[in-house]
Protein backbone atom coordinates (compact mmCIF):
# COMPACT_ATOMS: atom_id res chain seq x y z
CA UNK A 1 0.00 0.00 0.00
CA UNK A 2 1.47 3.40 -0.71
CA UNK A 3 1.09 6.59 1.43
CA UNK A 4 1.13 9.79 0.31
CA UNK A 5 2.37 13.10 2.38
CA UNK A 6 -1.17 14.60 2.17
CA UNK A 7 -3.80 13.66 4.01
CA UNK A 8 -7.31 13.74 1.64
CA UNK A 9 -7.65 14.43 -1.85
CA UNK A 10 -5.11 16.87 -3.00
CA UNK A 11 -6.96 18.22 -6.07
CA UNK A 12 -10.10 18.57 -4.03
CA UNK A 13 -8.20 20.89 -1.36
CA UNK A 14 -6.77 22.72 -4.19
CA UNK A 15 -10.60 23.31 -6.15
CA UNK A 16 -11.32 24.10 -2.70
CA UNK A 17 -8.90 26.73 -1.50
CA UNK A 18 -9.18 28.19 -5.37
CA UNK A 19 -13.10 28.63 -4.74
CA UNK A 20 -12.70 30.25 -1.62
CA UNK A 21 -9.71 32.53 -3.17
CA UNK A 22 -12.13 33.52 -5.38
CA UNK A 23 -14.87 34.26 -3.30
CA UNK A 24 -13.26 36.62 -0.74
CA UNK A 25 -11.23 38.30 -3.64
CA UNK A 26 -14.79 39.55 -5.13
CA UNK A 27 -15.48 39.86 -8.74
CA UNK A 28 -12.18 40.30 -10.80
CA UNK A 29 -11.88 40.62 -15.25
CA UNK A 30 -9.46 38.19 -16.25
CA UNK A 31 -6.78 39.02 -19.16
CA UNK A 32 -7.14 36.56 -21.95
CA UNK A 33 -10.76 35.68 -21.50
CA UNK A 34 -10.09 32.63 -18.67
CA UNK A 35 -13.24 33.43 -17.27
CA UNK A 36 -16.74 32.48 -17.89
CA UNK A 37 -18.10 36.17 -15.50
CA UNK A 38 -18.13 39.70 -15.97
CA UNK A 39 -20.39 42.57 -17.61
CA UNK A 40 -20.44 42.99 -20.24
CA UNK A 41 -19.94 39.53 -21.89
CA UNK A 42 -17.68 39.00 -24.57
CA UNK A 43 -16.94 36.81 -27.50
CA UNK A 44 -13.23 37.05 -28.81
CA UNK A 45 -11.87 35.50 -32.19
CA UNK A 46 -9.48 36.06 -34.94
CA UNK A 47 -8.98 36.24 -38.65
CA UNK A 48 -5.98 36.02 -40.72
CA UNK A 49 -6.49 39.87 -41.28
CA UNK A 50 -8.19 41.08 -37.63
CA UNK A 51 -8.92 40.51 -34.11
CA UNK A 52 -12.73 41.01 -33.95
CA UNK A 53 -14.21 41.34 -30.47
CA UNK A 54 -18.06 41.22 -29.41
CA UNK A 55 -19.61 43.04 -26.28
CA UNK A 56 -22.88 41.95 -25.20
CA UNK A 57 -23.88 45.10 -23.32
CA UNK A 58 -27.92 45.84 -23.81
CA UNK A 59 -29.64 49.21 -22.65
CA UNK A 60 -26.22 51.25 -22.32
CA UNK A 61 -25.67 54.46 -24.17
CA UNK A 62 -22.78 54.36 -26.42
CA UNK A 63 -21.58 57.08 -25.07
CA UNK A 64 -21.21 55.49 -21.53
CA UNK A 65 -18.85 53.08 -23.21
CA UNK A 66 -15.34 53.65 -23.00
CA UNK A 67 -12.76 51.65 -25.44
CA UNK A 68 -9.49 51.56 -25.55
CA UNK A 69 -6.11 50.19 -25.66
CA UNK A 70 -2.65 50.76 -23.59
CA UNK A 71 0.37 48.09 -24.32
CA UNK A 72 -1.90 45.25 -26.15
CA UNK A 73 -4.98 45.32 -24.03
CA UNK A 74 -7.80 46.55 -24.66
CA UNK A 75 -10.16 48.13 -22.53
CA UNK A 76 -14.01 48.33 -21.85
CA UNK A 77 -15.26 50.26 -19.29
CA UNK A 78 -17.96 52.36 -17.74
CA UNK A 79 -20.81 52.86 -15.49
CA UNK A 80 -24.62 51.14 -15.97
CA UNK A 81 -27.19 53.11 -14.14
CA UNK A 82 -29.63 51.19 -12.18
CA UNK A 83 -33.69 51.73 -13.12
CA UNK A 84 -34.65 50.43 -9.62
CA UNK A 85 -37.31 52.50 -8.02
CA UNK A 86 -35.46 54.88 -5.61
CA UNK A 87 -35.44 54.01 -1.96
CA UNK A 88 -39.37 54.57 -1.16
CA UNK A 89 -41.24 53.12 1.89
CA UNK A 90 -44.02 51.53 -0.62
CA UNK A 91 -41.61 50.22 -3.17
CA UNK A 92 -39.85 46.86 -2.78
CA UNK A 93 -37.52 44.96 -4.47
CA UNK A 94 -37.98 41.06 -5.25
CA UNK A 95 -35.40 40.11 -7.60
CA UNK A 96 -32.59 42.62 -9.10
CA UNK A 97 -30.63 40.23 -11.70
CA UNK A 98 -29.51 43.25 -13.47
CA UNK A 99 -26.19 44.27 -12.95
CA UNK A 100 -25.66 47.73 -12.46
CA UNK A 101 -22.56 50.09 -11.55
CA UNK A 102 -19.05 50.43 -12.89
CA UNK A 103 -17.79 47.94 -15.21
CA UNK A 104 -14.28 46.92 -16.27
CA UNK A 105 -13.04 44.32 -18.86
CA UNK A 106 -9.79 43.78 -20.20
CA UNK A 107 -8.47 41.52 -23.50
CA UNK A 108 -4.89 40.95 -24.12
CA UNK A 109 -4.47 41.01 -27.75
CA UNK A 110 -1.44 39.48 -30.39
CA UNK A 111 1.75 41.21 -30.80
CA UNK A 112 0.45 41.49 -34.68
CA UNK A 113 -2.48 44.09 -34.26
CA UNK A 114 -2.18 47.84 -34.80
CA UNK A 115 -3.91 49.77 -32.13
CA UNK A 116 -4.35 52.74 -34.92
CA UNK A 117 -6.31 50.47 -37.07
CA UNK A 118 -9.19 49.72 -34.17
CA UNK A 119 -12.74 50.67 -34.47
CA UNK A 120 -16.10 50.19 -32.88
CA UNK A 121 -20.03 50.55 -33.62
CA UNK A 122 -22.44 49.18 -31.49
CA UNK A 123 -25.53 48.28 -32.70
CA UNK A 124 -28.94 46.05 -30.78
CA UNK A 125 -27.13 46.19 -27.79
CA UNK A 126 -23.80 44.44 -29.05
CA UNK A 127 -20.39 46.32 -29.13
CA UNK A 128 -18.47 45.32 -32.08
CA UNK A 129 -14.94 46.27 -31.57
CA UNK A 130 -12.53 45.28 -34.62
CA UNK A 131 -8.87 45.56 -34.44
CA UNK A 132 -6.59 44.78 -37.97
CA UNK A 133 -3.49 43.02 -37.83
CA UNK A 134 -0.53 44.74 -39.17
CA UNK A 135 0.59 44.23 -42.90
CA UNK A 136 3.74 43.63 -41.88
CA UNK A 137 2.46 40.41 -40.02
CA UNK A 138 0.80 39.24 -42.63
CA UNK A 139 1.86 36.14 -44.54
CA UNK A 140 3.25 36.73 -48.08
CA UNK A 141 4.28 34.48 -50.91
CA UNK A 142 7.74 35.46 -52.21
CA UNK A 143 8.21 35.26 -56.35
CA UNK A 144 11.16 33.29 -57.13
CA UNK A 145 12.74 34.22 -59.78
CA UNK A 146 15.42 33.23 -62.18
CA UNK A 147 18.80 34.18 -62.04
CA UNK A 148 21.06 35.30 -65.15
Same mark, same amino acid.
Given at each position: ?17 ? %????? %?????? *? ?5 R ?10 T???V ?9 ? *? ?5 ? +? ?11 G??? *? ?7 ? %? ?11 ? +?????? +? ?13 ? %? ?20
Amino acid at each position: MYRTLFAGDLFADLARLQ %HQLLR %HAGPTT *PLRGIGRSGFPALNVGTTPTSVEIYAFAPGLD *PASIDVS +IERGVLTLSGERGSEL *PQADAKAAT %HINERISGTYRRA +ISLPDD +IDPESASAAYKDGVL %HVSIQRRAASMPRRVEITEKS
